[in-house]
């Protein structure tokens, strides 16, 4: 079965959080508790279907107990948007506990928070807005922002970006870009994956996650925080190369992790790798 056919056994659930809407998907491992013990957020390209290995070692392990939420981030799937035009990543963050509170009892212990790309910006600044709910923050080939490049080049970044989005839509941005989130060992059915993926978000809330990229300051909310934290990227990702993911590590004193000659899309393509280091399958 493919990858593709294999993401419909994870049915997306739905919460009001106040006046709007937050989709997200959920696995657990057979036994386990009610509480959560994961939350996992994408990139932007991508929703919560990006982490189906994820959700599916979950669903199967026998050990660790493991409890996955994966979210669709506001303005993607059926989650609603947020309610300004150019939101920051603390916007995010906020929607998030909003989201967990509403989601009760269940999300009322400290949980592994993990960020891939532009999702390391949310995960950081929620793990910033309450410390307290998180024990572990984990970041996947962590997007960075750019508060601090020059005006010029974050307006330059930004234009560029929307152009390209308004000049092929999200299914052109699929069947451009989706080979260039993995690297050249990536089979033709990962591929197709994350073009299916990305093919389906909405030009509105990935142009709000954007200009949240295009101002984010993923160093500066990282440097207020004293949680465990962790970095990992793959060697072959050109989106968000490891010497910067590296560097970012060293910066804030958290352990760098090369995930190997994988790209961008690393918890697809590093899936077992990726599930060790978020305690998801036991280490040898």
Known sequence: MSLIAQLPSFAPETQVVGDAMLQYRRARTPGAGDAVTHVL?????????????QL??????QAP??????????????????PMDTPVAADYARRLWQWLDAL????????????????????????AMAPARVTRLVLLA???GYARAEAAERERKLADRLA???ALGPAGMAQTRASAMLSGNASAEQVAFVGHVMAQIHPAGYTQAA??????DLLGDLQRLHCPVLVASGSADTITPAAGCERLAAQVGAPYVSLGPV?????????EQVHRLLGLKETA
């Open 104 to 127: 009760g009892a269940q999300t009322a212990g400290p949980l592994t928070l993990v960020g891939h790309s532009l999702g390391a910006l949310m995960a950081a600044a929620a793990t």
């Open 263 to 271: 790209g961008h899309s690393c918890a697809l393509e590093a899936a």
């Open 164 to 166: 390209n989005l308004a």
């Open 65 to 82: 107990a493991s409890h996955v939420l994966a979210w669709d981030a506001p303005g993607y799937g059926a989650s609603t948007a947020l």
């Open 41 to 53: 957020l994408h990139g932007i390209g991508s929703a919560s279907g990006s982490w189906l290995a």
């Open 211 to 216: 200009r949240m990229l295009a101002g984010g």
């Open 56 to 61: 599916q070692q979950a669903r199967d392990a």
């Open 142 to 144: 962590p997007a960075q």
